[in-house]
């Protein structure tokens, strides 16, 4: 069965740090463009940042862009998420998702809201609380 597993959330005071990673099984990641995604309270799922294959390509929502890096290690088969300056807004469930297809060109050109219909397999998702 394949599926992708995350895991690094918790709780982190405002200004703190926290590692998120995304690993496959069932599968081998490394060719897939990787994105990852957030749920707040309340809140419908938004687009975060993504990743292509090579990781050489990389995109961020504007709220995260300075404070957050993707990257992945594909002799390991996982995508990470570096998360900086954390604030209490970034509070969330985070998912990392693929798409279906290995294409490299599948959401280029799209903003962070319409990634989340390219996706298809996905995972359970990690609780990231910042609060103090």
């Known amino acids: 069965q394949l599926q992708l597993v995350e895991s690094g959330g918790g709780l982190v005071q405002p200004g703190g740090s926290l590692r998120l990673s995304c690993a496959a099984s069932?599968?081998?990641?490394?060719?897939?463009?990787v994105g990852w995604f957030r749920q707040a309270p309340g809140k419908e799922r938004e687009g975060v940042s993504t990743i292509s294959s090579s990781g050489g390509s990389t995109n961020y929502a504007d709220s995260v862009k300075g404070r957050f890096t993707i990257s992945r290690d594909n002799a390991k088969s996982t995508v990470y998420l570096q998360m900086n300056s954390l604030k209490p807004e970034d509070t969330a469930v985070y998912y990392c998702?693929?798409?279906?297809?290995?294409?490299?060109?599948?959401?280029?050109?799209?903003?962070?809201?319409?990634?989340?219909?390219?996706?298809?397999?996905w995972g359970k998702g990690t609780l990231v609380i910042v609060s103090s």
């Open positions: 998702a693929a798409p279906r297809t290995t294409s490299q060109t599948i959401l280029d050109g799209l903003q962070p809201w319409a990634w989340e219909v390219w996706m298809h397999y």
């Open positions: 069932g599968f081998t990641l490394d060719d897939y463009v």
